[in-house]
């Protein structure tokens, strides 16, 4: 790939990030992520009886530790309950309480749902097209990181 297609991804990436600050702003102390969390968790509900930190982190691709801090933020702000699991102490499920389900219909439903009929400009295989691109993107920055510095290389 050349440079100057390489610096157009970071300048459309740049774009994407000042397009979700245009998100409606969230309540005192809610972060963003919370929102995120909160849709994963309710998808994967759907999905499983019980769900644990581990398949959050793996929905959100994100590392376990993190996951696990936030998830703790949003248990003493009210809007995930933890639950032991009887059958072995040491496995703890999560759940989206009422306050949480309110947070996430509100901030994430309503206003998806409302922004939808101006994104028919976009169709669904550009969408996924620029879903997997930047997914992709992000793996290989990951990569890199990983690897040590990029002028090493």
Do not use: W
């Not at 309540?27 to 959050?56: C, F, N, R, T």
């Not at 439903?109 to 997997?132: G, H, K, R, T, V």
């Amino acid at each position: 790939m050349k440079n100057k297609t390489i610096k157009r991804m970071f300048d459309a990436c740049y774009q994407a990030k000042r397009t979700r600050e245009m998100l409606p702003p969230l309540p005192k102390g809610v972060m963003p992520s919370y929102i995120q969390y909160l849709d994963a968790i309710q998808m994967l509900e759907k999905e499983k009886e019980h769900v644990k930190v581990s398949d959050v982190s793996g929905a959100l691709n994100l590392p376990r530790p993190g996951v696990t801090r936030t998830i703790k933020e949003m248990e003493m702000k009210g809007y995930l309950r933890k639950l032991a699991s009887s059958r072995d102490g040491r496995v703890v499920y999560i759940s989206v309480t009422e306050k949480g389900k309110e947070l996430s219909q509100k901030y994430d439903q309503q206003y998806f749902d409302a922004l939808s009929p101006y994104m028919n400009e976009i169709s669904e295989e550009e969408a996924e097209c620029m879903i997997q691109t930047i997914e992709k993107f992000y793996r290989i920055m990951c990569e890199r990181k990983e690897g040590g510095n990029f002028y090493d290389k």
